[in-house]
Structure formats: C-alpha cells, structure tokens
C-alpha cells in the first residue's frame, strides 16, 4: 500500500510540473539570463487536451529547465537585449532534442535570431519514437556490460534518466573485479569522453530524482573512488542535506553507509549532524535492524551521550528478534559509536557462542577486536572462540590462528590448549615463518609467559633460526623488540644479541623512533644478560641513559596490615634496588622464615648470609593474565632477577586486598609473610604440562 502510494505521489509531482508557467527573462547576447517569475492565466482544459503534445515536446534532456520561446513585447527592448515569455518545464522524464527551424527564423534588430519552434504533432512523433532513448534499470545494465567502459559507452549512445543508474551499474561491475583490475578501469573510466557528461547529467537531475537514487548515486561515486573534494561529490552531499527530510528508513541505511565510508569534510559533517537529528526524532520508527545498526555505527564516537542511550534502548527492545548475524555485527557497531553497552554485548556474546561453530574468520576477527576497543572482558566469549579454533584447528591458516592470538594477547586472554598447538605447528612447519611473523610471534609467547614443557627449547630453538634468517634484512627497532621478547623468555640466541649490540645499531635505536621505549628495552637487556648466568655481560660496553624515575606510592592498605602485623621499623616501604627495580615493601627474617627481623639489628649486627630478605609486590590486574593466576611476561621475569638477587618474592594483588577487611588482610599477609613453603620459580610454576 506504502508503495502505491509512493509512486501516485511520484506521478502526481511529475504531472503538475507539466503546468507551464510563464516567465519574464532577459536574454543577453553572451546567453546569461536572470529571470523573473511572472505567472500568467492557463487554461486546465487546454493542458489536458494537449497533454500528449506536451509530453512530446522536444526538450533538451541535458538542462534542468528547457525554454520554450515567443517573441516578447517590444516596449522593453534595449540594444543588445530583448524580452522574451518563457514556458518552463521542470522536469522533463527523458532526453530529447531541440529542434529549430533556423532558415525561416527572422534576425531581430540586435542581431538575435527568434527561435520558432516546429509544432507538427506528424513529424513531433517520428522524432520521438526515433530519439527517444527506453529506460534501462542498472541490474540489467551491469549484466549487460563487462567494463565500467561499456557502461560509459552505453550512456554515450542513448542517455536515459535517471543517470544514477549508471553509476550504480558500474559500481555492481567494479565489486566483481579484482583490486588491480579494478585499478585499471577506474582510469579508464575517468579518462573516458563521456564520463565528465555523466556527471554533469547527475549534478542536474540530482535535486528531480527520487531521494533514494540521489543516495545510490552517492554510495556508488564514493565507492567507484571519484575524489570527495570535487563539485559532483560536493553537490550532492548539498542536495541530500536539502532534502534530508524525504529520509525513508531504507533511505537511512543508505545515507549512513554513505557517512561511514566518507572522509571528514564540511558538508560531511553538517550532513551527519542532520542525520543525528532525524535519527533522534525517527529511532523508534525503525523496524528493520540493519537499519538500526547502519545508523547506529554512523553516528559517531563523538554523538551525544543520551542519543547513544536512546538507541542502547531500541537495540534492547529488538534483541528477541536478532538474527545471528545482527549479533555478531553489534560488537562492531558499538565499537563504533564507543559506547559499551555490557547488557547488549553479553546478550550477543550468548548467541554468538551458541553459533560459533561455521563463524567466519573476518567475524571472529572484528569481535575480539570491538571487545578491545570497548575494554570489554568475557572470558566465557574468548574461551568459546579459543575452542572453536583449536577443535578446528587444521582448517585454519597458520597466519589466521597467529592474528587471533596477536588479538588475545592484546585482551590478555592466555588459552595453552591453542597456544600448545601453535608452537607444534611452528616446531613442525617453521616455513610459514616471515620476519614479521617471527617478531610477533615471540612477542605473544613471551608477553603471555606461555611455554610448552615438552616443545619449550625446540620452540624458542625454531624461533632463534627463523629470526637469525632474517638478520640482513630486519630493522634495528624489529631486531630490539624480537630480543626482548627472548629476554623475557630467559632465552639468548647468539647471533641476533652480538647484532644488536653492536655500536651502529645501538646509536639508532638511541636516536630514532620512540627513544625512550628503546632505551627501557635496553636496560632491561643489560640486566638479563648480567642476572640470568649468560657470557654476553662482557660485550654490553655502551652506556645508555637513565631511565626517568618512577616515583609510586605503596598501596595504604597493605602498609596499614604490614603495622598492625609487625610493628613500626620491621619493613621498609618503596625501595629502590639495582638494575632498575623498584619493590613495594621489603621485610628482613631469619633463614626459616620464622622470625622478623628489626632492621636496625639487620643493618648492626645480622650478616647477609644469616637473613632472607622478603619482596612484596603489590600489583594490577593487567600484571597477569585475564581471570588467571599466571603472571605475564614482565612480572614473570622480575619475580625470576629478584629471586637471583637473593629475595623471597611475595605478590599482592591490588584489586583483592581492596575487597577484603582489615582483619582478613591481615591474615592474609601472615600466611604469605610466615609460609614454609618456598615459592616457585615463575617460569616453571606456570607451564603447560605434556
């Protein structure tokens, strides 16, 4: 009924254009007129009986407004200009062409010809069936044609209206090209003699067409790659700002997938200011869900908080009728818009772990990445796609697996049964290896602190051979971070250590790139080669820069129970050690760790040998991995340097002392503080088991 509807209206707007009206306009000889509307006496009758012959009328396709003219009154006439009545009509449906009988047209006294127009309704018809072009829907356009050149080529022939046609058949034919093939027909198109006159046909007709082809028109154009700063682009982002208010919801879609793929720019960004305003009158309106998230994803991170909030509601509301793929495409669009929604995101996430199975790469990819974006942690989520890939494992790509682990790494997310897998793979089929790979790869393994007891050494083996292979072509910084990542894997191949130490290559990290992230990473080589029994301490002759202090303040709480536990003098607080390390609290006990020592006995009269000193570290969550008790790589390995500095290392996590009274932290820190039991190293008490 909608439709009827629609296109009676469509019909009706055209019809009343047909209705001539009569203007005053002054004709000069360079062919610039300024008009003036002057409306005169019609007859509905006549318009109706000649309805057929108006509709015949040859009027130029080409020109918004064609003129049809007859001699004016002579009062006004001037030397140089003279006064004609113009009949106008505004929107002519097809091209035609002028026709002039230009031999028997009399030369007025300024030197201008009078136009006498032929009205033979005989000869008028022959012309019409001979020029008059059949429209052509751009579906069959694009079968039709095999080149965006043969769409130009067809335009050239026969123009037919409405010109958005042919752009979106291009870009139908452009989407079924490859990216080279598509390069070299996009030149073609631009260098094609038609191609300026199709736009100049789009820029005329774009404020008479209907709303919806104007977007089309607008989607293909940016996505055919025609520059956003040219006066086509430009036009019809005006045109769709001035008529904003015909927005249908398909209209919506559109107009947002067309925001999204645009570039920032004046009229972009009054249009989707627009589009901010209809969406907060029409949101309640929307029925189909695409629609809802085109529009939602549109928006902006930088839209109004309580708009975000309106349409977090409407997504509520039609959460019963999501599809699957309404939900896996939510997490992307609320990344979009920034704005975590967890009451949508866990409701998607239950769906989406209840269809996993089949779920496509690209899928998997886009939702661990919205969960970045939105700081958003479920394990439940990360575990069941971590599953899905390792039951699978064999019909995934090795670099496939290796961007979902990158983005595991970045969540923190650590599962061994993957991981496991990956490092055979590795251990197997090392080929696969690029340098780009080997770099990241090590970097995931050594920030989640993952090794495999069983495959450990012909992992880090494989690794050490992969990177050594690419020693010649690798960068300075690339070759930094690939060390470092061995460090923290207490792991130190020859080749690619006496590289980096070389002069040359230390003076360019010290000079280039972020130099100050360069210069903690070698620091924190130094250190690894002086601490973890290695022969390389001898070599590290360069002196590097201080690294800038980092004044932290002991967490309260735990300084609070460390008193009521032990008295005043029987700890110190924010202690600065060797190699850079810094320790919360340090306590001095006997060998058996039965007693406190006072510290001003330690210093007097206890020799070190007769003491244990006791590290407590107060750390953060993002110290280990996500809901785990396994430590990350940095913690792993000052847990490892303190423990051969002589130091019993206890660790306090910030985030559960904070849940807990003062008498059970108290508590807590006597069982830690007086345990019998030694502490595990950190890279063996967490490993993988064969």
């Given at each position: 009924?909608?439709?009827?509807?629609?296109?009676?209206?469509?019909?009706?707007?055209?019809?009343?254009?047909?209705?001539?009206?009569?203007?005053?306009?002054?004709?000069?000889?360079?062919?610039?007129?300024?008009?003036?509307?002057?409306?005169?006496?019609?007859?509905?009758?006549?318009?109706?009986?000649?309805?057929?012959?108006?509709?015949?009328?040859?009027?130029?396709?080409?020109?918004?407004?064609?003129?049809?003219?007859?001699?004016?009154?002579?009062?006004?006439?001037?030397?140089?200009?003279?006064?004609?009545?113009?009949?106008?009509?505004?929107?002519?449906?097809?091209?035609?062409?002028?026709s002039f009988d230009l031999e028997h047209s009399p030369v007025s006294d300024n030197g201008l010809k009078k136009i006498k127009l032929h009205h033979d309704?005989?000869?008028?018809?022959?012309?019409?069936?001979?020029?008059?072009?059949t429209p052509i829907n751009f579906r069959k356009l694009s079968q039709e044609c095999n080149s965006l050149s043969d769409v130009l080529d067809a335009f050239?022939?026969?123009?037919?209206?409405?010109?958005?046609?042919?752009?979106?058949?291009?870009?139908?034919?452009?989407?079924?090209?490859?990216?080279?093939?598509?390069?070299?027909?996009?030149?073609?198109?631009?260098?094609?003699?038609?191609?300026?006159?199709?736009?100049?046909?789009?820029?005329?007709?774009?404020?008479?067409?209907?709303?919806?082809?104007?977007?089309?028109?607008?989607?293909?154009?940016?996505?055919?790659?025609?520059?956003?700063?040219?006066?086509?682009?430009?036009?019809?982002?005006?045109?769709?700002?001035?008529?904003?208010?015909?927005?249908?919801?398909?209209?919506?879609?559109?107009?947002?997938?067309?925001?999204?793929?645009?570039?920032?720019?004046?009229?972009?960004?009054?249009?989707?200011?627009?589009?901010?305003?209809?969406?907060?009158?029409?949101?309640?309106?929307?029925?189909?869900?695409?629609?809802?998230?085109?529009?939602?994803?549109?928006?902006?991170?930088?839209?109004?908080?309580?708009?975000?909030?309106?349409?977090?509601?409407?997504?509520?509301?039609?959460?019963?009728?999501?599809?699957?793929?309404?939900?896996?495409?939510?997490?992307?669009?609320?990344?979009?818009?920034?704005?975590?929604?967890?009451?949508?995101?866990?409701?998607?996430?239950?769906?989406?772990?209840?269809?996993?199975?089949?779920?496509?790469?690209?899928?998997?990819?886009?939702?661990?990445?919205?969960?970045?974006?939105?700081?958003?942690?479920?394990?439940?989520?990360?575990?069941?796609?971590?599953?899905?890939?390792?039951?699978?494992?064999?019909?995934?790509?090795?670099?496939?697996?290796?961007?979902?682990?990158?983005?595991?790494?970045?969540?923190?997310?650590r599962h061994p049964h993957l991981m496991d897998l990956f490092m055979k793979k590795v251990v197997d089929e090392p080929d696969f290896l690029n340098m780009?790979?080997?770099?990241?790869?090590?970097?995931?393994?050594?920030?989640?602190?993952?090794?495999?007891?069983?495959?450990?050494?012909?992992?880090?083996?494989?690794?050490?051979?992969?990177?050594?292979?690419?020693?010649?072509?690798?960068?300075?910084?690339?070759?930094?971070?690939?060390?470092?990542?061995?460090?923290?894997?207490?792991?130190?191949?020859?080749?690619?250590?006496?590289?980096?130490?070389?002069?040359?290559?230390?003076?360019?990290?010290?000079?280039?790139?972020?130099?100050?992230?360069?210069?903690?990473?070698?620091?924190?080589?130094?250190?690894?080669?002086?601490?973890?029994?290695?022969?390389?301490?001898?070599?590290?002759?360069?002196?590097?820069?201080?690294?800038?202090?980092?004044?932290?303040?002991?967490?309260?709480?735990?300084?609070?129970?460390?008193?009521?536990?032990?008295?005043?003098?029987?700890?110190?607080?924010?202690?600065?050690?060797?190699?850079?390390?810094?320790?919360?609290?340090?306590?001095?006990?006997?060998?058996?760790?039965?007693?406190?020592?006072?510290?001003?006995?330690?210093?007097?009269?206890?020799?070190?040998?007769?003491?244990?000193?006791?590290?407590?570290?107060?750390?953060?969550?993002?110290?280990?991995?996500?809901?785990?008790?396994?430590?990350?790589?940095?913690?792993?390995?000052?847990?490892?340097?303190?423990?051969?500095?002589?130091?019993?290392?206890?660790?306090?996590?910030?985030?559960?002392?904070?849940?807990?009274?003062?008498?059970?932290?108290?508590?807590?820190?006597?069982?830690?503080?007086?345990?019998?039991?030694?502490?595990?190293?950190?890279?063996?008490?967490?490993?993988?088991?064969?």
């Amino acid at each position: 009924m909608n439709n009827r509807a629609t296109s009676f209206l469509w019909n009706l707007r055209q019809f009343s254009t047909l209705i001539p009206t009569s203007r005053t306009v002054r004709l000069y000889p360079l062919g610039f007129c300024g008009p003036k509307n002057v409306y005169s006496n019609w007859n509905p009758r006549n318009l109706l009986n000649n309805f057929d012959n108006r509709m015949q009328a040859p009027v130029r396709y080409l020109f918004q407004d064609a003129l049809i003219f007859k001699s004016g009154d002579d009062d006004f006439q001037t030397k140089g200009m003279s006064t004609v009545t113009v009949l106008t009509f505004c929107r002519p449906f097809c091209p035609r062409r002028l026709s002039f009988d230009l031999e028997h047209s009399p030369v007025s006294d300024n030197g201008l010809k009078k136009i006498k127009l032929h009205h033979d309704a005989s000869n008028e018809d022959v012309l019409t069936k001979e020029t008059k072009p059949t429209p052509i829907n751009f579906r069959k356009l694009s079968q039709e044609c095999n080149s965006l050149s043969d769409v130009l080529d067809a335009f050239s022939e026969a123009p037919t209206f409405p010109s958005s046609n042919y752009f979106s058949a291009m870009w139908t034919i452009a989407k079924r090209m490859s990216e080279d093939q598509k390069r070299f027909e996009k030149q073609l198109m631009f260098n094609h003699p038609a191609f300026t006159q199709l736009c100049e046909h789009m820029m005329r007709e774009a404020k008479i067409m209907h709303y919806d082809h104007v977007l089309f028109s607008l989607h293909a154009i940016v996505k055919l790659g025609i520059p956003q700063n040219t006066l086509l682009v430009q036009t019809l982002l005006r045109v769709v700002q001035e008529r904003i208010n015909e927005c249908d919801e398909k209209c919506l879609s559109v107009l947002s997938t067309v925001l999204e793929a645009m570039e920032p720019c004046k009229n972009v960004d009054v249009l989707r200011e627009g589009l901010r305003l209809l969406v907060d009158q029409q949101i309640w309106k929307i029925e189909r869900v695409f629609t809802l998230q085109a529009v939602m994803k549109c928006i902006g991170k930088d839209a109004p908080i309580a708009l975000k909030r309106k349409m977090e509601m409407k997504a509520l509301r039609e959460l019963d009728r999501f599809s699957i793929l309404n939900s896996q495409h939510m997490f992307e669009v609320l990344a979009a818009m920034n704005h975590r929604s967890i009451i949508l995101l866990n409701e998607c996430s239950k769906k989406v772990l209840g269809n996993i199975h089949g779920c496509p790469f690209r899928i998997l990819m886009s939702i661990l990445q919205s969960c970045k974006d939105l700081r958003y942690r479920n394990l439940d989520l990360f575990k069941g796609i971590a599953d899905y890939v390792a039951t699978t494992f064999d019909i995934w790509k090795s670099k496939q697996v290796l961007f979902l682990l990158i983005l595991f790494e970045n969540l923190g997310f650590r599962h061994p049964h993957l991981m496991d897998l990956f490092m055979k793979k590795v251990v197997d089929e090392p080929d696969f290896l690029n340098m780009q790979s080997v770099v990241s790869v090590l970097h995931v393994y050594s920030s989640l602190n993952h090794t495999y007891r069983c495959l450990t050494q012909e992992f880090l083996d494989a690794m050490a051979s992969a990177l050594t292979a690419y020693l010649h072509h690798i960068s300075s910084e690339n070759l930094l971070n690939a060390v470092y990542s061995f460090c923290l894997m207490n792991h130190f191949p020859l080749a690619p250590v006496n590289q980096l130490l070389q002069k040359d290559i230390v003076n360019e990290l010290l000079t280039s790139g972020d130099v100050e992230r360069n210069v903690r990473k070698l620091h924190i080589l130094t250190t690894c080669l002086q601490l973890d029994d290695t022969s390389y301490h001898k070599a590290t002759g360069f002196a590097l820069p201080p690294l800038p202090s980092t004044l932290s303040r002991p967490n309260a709480k735990v300084a609070e129970a460390l008193r009521s536990l032990l008295g005043e003098g029987c700890f110190s607080e924010n202690v600065q050690l060797p190699h850079n390390y810094h320790i919360d609290f340090e306590i001095r006990m006997d060998t058996n760790r039965s007693q406190v020592l006072p510290l001003s006995d330690v210093d007097a009269v206890t020799p070190a040998t007769d003491s244990q000193r006791v590290a407590v570290l107060c750390v953060p969550r993002s110290t280990y991995c996500l809901d785990s008790n396994h430590p990350r790589g940095f913690l792993a390995m000052k847990m490892r340097h303190l423990k051969v500095m002589g130091f019993y290392v206890i660790l306090v996590k910030n985030w559960e002392m904070e849940k807990l009274r003062m008498e059970d932290a108290v508590t807590f820190l006597k069982s830690e503080i007086y345990s019998t039991e030694d502490l595990p190293t950190a890279d063996v008490n967490f490993q993988s088991t064969c």
